[in-house]
């Protein structure tokens, strides 16, 4: 345990933040980013960041480009 929380926890963490930039940059798809962490099942990826979120990927993208 590292500050209260598990390694693994921490990397999730961190990697879930790296996903959340990607996808506000809006240059790579959603399964692109969901490749790029590690995930090799879509959805498995959406139900990592809506647990981290409370939303899912397509919708921080869709909130993102209505901002522009």
Do not use: C, W
Request: charged share 25%; aromatic share 14%.
């Amino acid at each position: 345990m590292l500050f209260g929380t598990s390694v693994y926890a921490f990397f999730q963490k961190e990697r879930m933040q790296e996903a959340y930039r990607l996808l506000l940059s809006d240059e790579e798809s959603i399964l692109g980013i969901a490749l790029r962490m590690g995930y090799s099942n879509p959805g498995h990826f959406t139900a990592a960041f809506r647990k981290q979120f409370g939303l899912n990927p397509s919708d921080l993208r869709q909130s993102s480009r209505l901002r522009r």
